[in-house]
């Protein structure tokens, strides 16, 4: 069995536009923090898989796991926040052996 859309409604501002399935468009646009935890999450990746080039990287990756700490806990999630405040010290940890 397949599910199929055939319209879709689109509320603006509390007016219907179409006829189907009834979406905000506060649900479809992306907020400011999920775009800041995109880069951020972005930025930390791209720092790790350019560690082998230089310790400098390493220290990029460490920034950018205290980024998305920040981006965690500004979205709520708490556990993720604290998770990359632990790769933040891991990764400064090697970058200090590694200079």
Not at 14 to 30: H, K, M
Not at 31 to 51: C, K, R
Request: aromatic share 14%.
């Amino acid at each position: 069995m397949r599910a199929q859309a055939d319209a879709v409604d689109v509320v603006v501002d509390g007016e219907r536009f179409g006829n189907g399935v009834q979406i905000r468009l506060e649900e479809v646009f992306v907020g400011p923090i999920t775009l800041y935890g995109v880069a951020a999450v972005t930025f930390m990746m791209l720092m790790y898989a350019l560690e082998s080039r230089g310790a400098g990287f390493i220290l990029g990756f460490a920034v950018g796991c205290l980024l998305s700490s920040a981006y965690g806990f500004l979205a709520g999630a708490w556990p993720f926040g604290v998770i990359e405040a632990i790769w933040a010290v891991i990764a400064v940890r090697r970058f200090l052996r590694s200079s």
